[in-house]
């Protein structure tokens, strides 16, 4: 991988991890007791797994990278965050 590749996954990991904070501030506001919370997160998931895939059809539709280039970068961008909300989610759901 190329520095610019890196700095790019860098970037959408960290605009990943600031979306689950905005879900999670929305589950404090929303209730704010530990069950919103967990469904916050919980309901991050499958909006960040949209996400990735955008990232992943610009990549292969504007960057000009190949599907097989890009899936191990869709597995990044979209693990780091998605491990993260899980990770909340079990705490929280304790």
Known sequence: MKGEETMHM?????????LFGLFMLFGKLWGGAEPKLALAALAFIPVWFVVALINMWVGVTKAGYSVREELPILLIVFAVPALIAGMAIWRLGR
């Not at 860098?10 to 600031?18: F, H, S």
């Open 10 to 18: 860098v970037l959408v990991i960290g605009g990943g991890l600031i």
